[in-house]
């Protein structure tokens, strides 16, 4: 089955910088790449993913690459605010063993952004 | 609106009592999952359904049932639970399961057993 491996587990950087989250899949069949945003005490809610066909996404200040030759993927948050301090999740897709999008998640990343 | 529920939102209980978490969704979706979440391991697959009495085993299943006999609904069913399910469960949907299908997840359930 798919492993989805995240570095680092926790990243500190100061308001205004930028904040890069790496991740690296092991199965070369997933297709799809969500990156999910998690508050403390809340649910995950997607912020961005991109498609195995697509190298680069960019959503105002979040952007998301994808290196299908290498099996990585990561995350890129420009221009940070306190409140992009969260728990980041990666997560890659494939398929159940019935069908279904199944969905591996990499461990997380604490990120703070500090005044 | 749309969205995913789940109940209770927290609950402690006791070793070996039987206990049942509801999800429902409104949104008309096919596929329905059910991950836990612990500390370092992120969120892991337990138990998912592609349609009404459609299940199959995630990552995970080892002391968790499910059933899904209408479309909205996929309660997750610990028969015999021990400490070592003390856990966040979160519930999630998407509509029809296939490559880039989005997930919604539910607000989740903090489950603690003494």
């Known amino acids: 089955g798919e492993n989805v491996e995240q570095h680092p587990s926790t990243l500190s950087v100061q308001e205004g910088d930028s904040a890069v989250i790496k991740c690296t899949y092991s199965d070369s069949a997933s297709n799809y790449f969500p990156w999910y945003k998690q508050e403390l005490g809340k649910r995950p809610q997607l912020i961005i993913d991109i498609r195995s066909n697509v190298g680069e996404k960019k959503d105002q200040r979040i952007a998301v690459t994808l290196n299908k030759t290498a099996k990585h993927f990561s995350l890129h948050i420009t221009e940070t605010q306190p409140e992009d301090s969260a728990v980041y999740f990666c997560a890659a897709s494939d398929r159940n063993t019935g069908g279904g999008n199944k969905l591996t998640f990499g461990t997380g990343t604490q990120l703070k952004v500090e005044l | 609106e749309a969205q995913v529920t789940q109940n209770p939102r927290y609950l402690i209980t006791v070793t070996g009592k039987k206990l049942t978490v509801t999800c429902s969704q409104n949104?008309?979706?096919?596929?329905m999952s059910w991950y836990r979440q612990d500390p370092g391991l992120g969120l892991r697959q337990i138990y998912y359904s592609m349609n009404v009495e459609v299940t199959d085993k995630g990552d995970v299943p080892e002391g968790y049932k499910v059933s899904r006999k209408e479309k909205r609904n996929f309660p997750l069913i610990l028969e015999s639970p021990s400490p070592n399910q003390t856990s966040l469960y979160f519930c999630?949907?998407?509509?029809?399961?296939?490559?880039?299908?989005?997930?919604?997840f539910g607000p989740g359930t903090r489950l603690t057993v003494l």
């Open positions: 949104m008309n979706h096919e596929y």
């Open positions: 999630a949907s998407s509509l029809w399961g296939g490559p880039g299908d989005t997930q919604y």
